[in-house]
């Protein structure tokens, strides 16, 4: 077998992307009132893995991932959905297709109060006239742990119980992907450490993709990898992040010392 010692072992497959977007430009007003929230961005987000996007305020983190989720269009470039291009679909289209293979977890809930819990999370396929697959869903309820809560209301429910509610909600259809967009954003560490722990279960223990945009280093900490952008631009990818790299890759934007814990938190709670 010496004769096979020189032979390199054969190149990895990547693995399959869930949603990307290819050399994307987003560009809002025109003439010299234009902002180019997107440059050229060129970025997949792999199947079964959860990815999470940073950057400064103003970057273009959130326009990216409505871009790639459909929420919203490119000026130029191309977003896809696994194999399928986004751009060409019409609103009909674009809305089953979001339907049918997205999911979206948003930081300010999005419930419907008049719901029960069990309703809410059921509601999506309620409303594409699909049944709910009770097994998958039971799964679901058993997950985020609101077996007992099932017939409460939003109202009844605290902010970490309605986001619970809301990542089953995004889970019910089985889709392609899951967008997050601040997901903790409006909860205390503790439930947003659960709900962080939760789309972490999502990926690993039930084989979907999650894409999360986050202005905090530790929600980013639960990532497989971290995207990075700046003025509209990828500058960076992290795999295997820990809240202390990520912090010291956002310094790095805008070079200032390092932050002592009680600065890193109140930065850590504004809005990006």
């Known amino acids: 077998m010496s004769g096979m010692s020189g032979m390199s072992a054969p190149p990895t497959a990547e693995p399959p992307t869930a949603a990307r977007v290819v050399d994307a430009s987003k560009v809002y007003g025109s003439g010299e009132a234009a902002v180019r929230a997107l440059d050229a961005v060129t970025v997949g987000f792999p199947a079964g893995r959860f990815t999470a996007i940073m950057g400064p305020s ?16 490119l000026s130029s470039g191309s977003a896809y959905i696994g194999d399928t291009e986004l751009g060409p679909l019409g609103d ?15 930081q300010s809930f999005n419930l419907v109060p008049t719901l029960t819990v069990a309703e809410n999370i059921t509601l999506p396929l309620d409303l594409a ?6 097994e998958w869903v039971n ?33 019910a259809g ?4 899951v967008f997050a967009d601040e997901p903790t954003g409006n909860l205390d560490s503790r439930s947003g450490g659960e709900v962080l722990d939760l789309l972490g279960r999502a990926v690993h223990d039930m084989g979907r993709t999650v ?10 900490a639960h990532a497989d990898e971290v995207v990075f952008l700046a003025d509209g631009r990828l500058v960076d990818r992290m795999a295997a992040p820990t809240a202390a790299k990520v912090l010291d890759r956002m310094k790095a934007f805008d070079g200032r010392p390092a932050d002592t814990g ?11």
């Open 58 to 73: 103003g970057s273009g983190k959130s326009t990216l991932m409505h871009c790639a989720a459909g929420l919203d269009s």
């Open 92 to 106: 009909r289209r674009l809305t089953l297709l979001r339907r049918e293979r997205v999911g979206f977890v948003f």
């Open 129 to 134: 006239g699909r049944r709910p697959d009770a």
């Open 139 to 171: 799964t679901l309820v058993a997950v985020v742990g609101l077996g007992d809560r099932l017939s409460h209301r939003p109202g009844e429910l605290s902010g970490g119980q309605q986001q619970r509610v809301a990542v089953a909600r995004a889970l």
């Open 174 to 177: 089985r889709p392609q992907v």
């Open 211 to 220: 894409v999360m945009v986050t202005h905090d280093p530790g929600a980013a």
């Open 262 to 272: 009680r600065d890193a938190a109140v930065r850590g709670s504004a809005g990006s």
